[in-house]
């Protein structure tokens, strides 16, 4: 859906049960034209050894004339807070450098990595210092290749840390890479209390993409009219504080496992006032 502003996209991580040609045809339907990559399987593999021959994967976007805005890294349990030199932090490196890899090869500028796995029995700081290390070598690796890297917020249910604005805006400022942007999770935004007005008077240009589901109590990825959240009206500020970046529409696999498309249509009816 296309707006003054942006352009309001899906993902295909609702589609999980599904194979990448159902969800390649229902953005057709649609009169979708972009999207984020959930980068997972079954519609890629890809994990610390490389990732699967991927040639017709992308050739199928190309034939339907969808153009990939980002590609999402589903964290799986790799993580950035372990030390580096650990196995799992050598495997967790490997496994977002193929990704980088991937994007540039298919000349997609953009890689969001969702900071999972800080654990809550562990030092923060010493865990806080791990990922920043991490991010900056992953952002000196990205940018030689034209790449820009987005962390966001995560619920505490995936991570100890990185749960609300503040500490994403510390970890960018420590990182303190060009290329390191952020990206907003916004149910997860809305159960902090936080809105999109915070988001942009905090971060201005450096906030890139939106990951828009509803949210209740409970937990977020609900269906947009299914939810707690006033979507609309948060739409309309960020049209008026001239938001450039990508919204992408994200909903939780245990939403939409029996029927990702009526999702889909559901959320465009509601995009669209119907």
């Known amino acids: 859906m296309r707006d003054a ?7 295909n991580e609702h589609y999980f049960r599904f194979p990448l040609d159902t969800f390649v045809e229902k953005q057709k339907e649609l009169g979708g034209s972009r ?7 079954p519609h890629l593999w890809a994990d610390q050894y490389g990732v699967e021959p991927h040639e017709e994967i992308f050739t199928k976007f190309f034939e339907a004339g969808i153009i990939i805005e980002a590609i999402a890294a589903r964290p799986y349990n790799y993580t950035l807070f372990m030390d580096n030199r650990s196995l799992l932090g050598v495997h967790s490196m490997a496994y977002y450098r193929g990704l980088i890899d991937l994007a540039a090869e298919q000349g997609i500028s953009l890689v969001a990595i969702e900071l999972w796995g800080a654990l809550r029995d562990k030092d923060r700081c010493e865990q806080y210092q791990n990922c920043c290390q991490a991010l900056r070598a992953l ?6 290749k034209g790449i820009n890297l987005a962390v966001g917020n995560v619920s505490y249910s995936h991570s100890a840390m990185i749960n609300t604005l ?3 805006k510390s970890l960018l400022e420590e990182a ?3 290329n390191l942007l952020a990206f907003m999770d916004y149910g997860t ?6 809105n999109v007005e915070m988001w942009i008077d905090t971060l201005g240009q450096r906030l890139c993409m939106i990951y828009l589901s509803n949210a209740r109590n409970g937990g977020s990825g609900y269906p947009l009219s299914q939810g707690c959240c006033a979507i609309q009206r ?11 970046g990508v919204i992408a529409l994200r909903m939780s696999q245990d939403f939409c496992q029996q029927d ?3 999702v889909d249509d559901e959320n465009w009816n509601y995009l669209n006032g119907k």
Do not use: M
């Open 5 to 11: 502003n942006f352009e309001i996209v899906n993902t």
């Open 35 to 41: 999207i984020v990559f959930w980068a997972s399987v």
């Open 139 to 144: 952002c000196q690796y990205a940018g030689q």
């Open 166 to 168: 503040p500490e994403l």
């Open 176 to 178: 303190d890479c060009e």
């Open 189 to 194: 935004a809305w159960q902090r209390h936080e």
């Open 234 to 244: 948060d739409l309309d500020k960020l049209r008026k504080a001239g938001f450039s």
């Open 260 to 262: 990702p498309a009526l």
